[in-house]
């Protein structure tokens, strides 16, 4: 049994000496390898590698573009304005011994790269006026941002891909202001085209009430013109009529009066010489 349990224990011995003296590196990774925190070798390309046991330690870094979101800050530019920004920036690992040496992970490599990258970018956002910015200088600018930042951390073992901005606006405090003047603005436009709208309307009504008034005393004084005409055409048709016989319009005419003047309860005492009842009283006549 001491024997069996020896045995065990030489295999699982030679077994954790086999683990601890190979390592894999896959395509997104690359390596350093240190023994006592002193240098050995550098590993970029993914495979099987040999180190030695319990010795020597590998320390993996990632190969692919990394990005570093830095915290919105608040800038200065040349014509005295505020302005909040938050830059990110794209950068990979190209030395990583350097890298290691320099900065030692991750952590540490974004916080130097987000130092350099605020200080650059203050330094050119000063050089430039509020509207270049968040114009069509912005890419010139972010360009130049990167280049010099690029040059600062080459010392880092690392490389920059490009520096943008997510966001460039005004300060809180500041949009509530540029909010209420640019409100202000829209109401006053506003007003201006609703009175300018009210004037024109009114003007239309009133063209429309001045033709329709035209109008109107035209049509009346047209009616007015046909209306004499036809009276005296008919009083000229009438006249023509009983000018042919005077009596018969006389008799007409008594006739016409005495259906107007008188009715089934009318009484009229009247002289029995009196010319309205003559046709009456002698109607052959």
């Given at each position: ?6 045995l ?64 919105p ?54 050089s ?21 930042v ?49 004037e ?32 005296a ?52 006549k």
């Open positions: 049994m001491n024997r069996g349990l020896s065990l224990l030489l295999v699982l011995i030679c077994l954790a000496v086999a683990w601890s003296s190979f390592f894999v590196v896959d395509e997104k990774e690359q390596a350093i390898v240190t023994q006592f925190g002193e240098f050995k070798q550098a590993v970029d390309r993914p495979g099987l590698y040999f180190k030695k046991p319990f010795l020597e330690e590998v320390r993996r870094m990632e190969r692919r573009i990394m990005g570093s979101d830095t915290p800050a608040e800038y200065l530019t040349l014509d005295k304005k505020r302005l909040v920004a938050d830059p990110v920036t794209r950068w990979r690992i190209v030395d990583p011994l350097m890298f290691y040496k320099t900065v030692y992970d991750e952590t540490g490599a974004k916080a130097r790269l987000d130092d350099i990258v605020n200080s650059e970018l203050r330094r050119e956002l000063a430039h006026d509020f509207g270049q910015i968040v114009g069509n200088e912005r890419d010139p600018l972010m360009q130049r941002v990167a280049s010099n690029r040059g600062k951390t080459k010392e880092f073992g690392i490389e920059i891909v490009d520096v943008q901005i997510k966001r460039a606006d005004l300060p809180t405090e500041v949009q509530e202001s540029v909010f209420a003047r640019m409100r202000a603005e829209r109401d006053r436009v506003a007003k201006q085209y609703r009175s300018e709208g009210q024109e309307a009114a003007k239309i009504r009133a063209d429309t009430d001045k033709e329709r008034t035209i109008l109107l005393a035209k049509a009346y004084e047209t009616s007015e013109k046909v209306r004499g005409e036809g009276d055409e008919g009083i000229r048709i009438y006249a023509d009529a009983f000018g042919k016989d005077p009596e018969f319009y006389s008799f007409v005419r008594s006739l016409s009066t005495y259906e107007k003047a008188m009715s089934e309860q009318s009484t009229i005492v009247l002289s029995t010489g009196s010319d309205l009842f003559r046709y009456l009283m002698t109607p052959g």
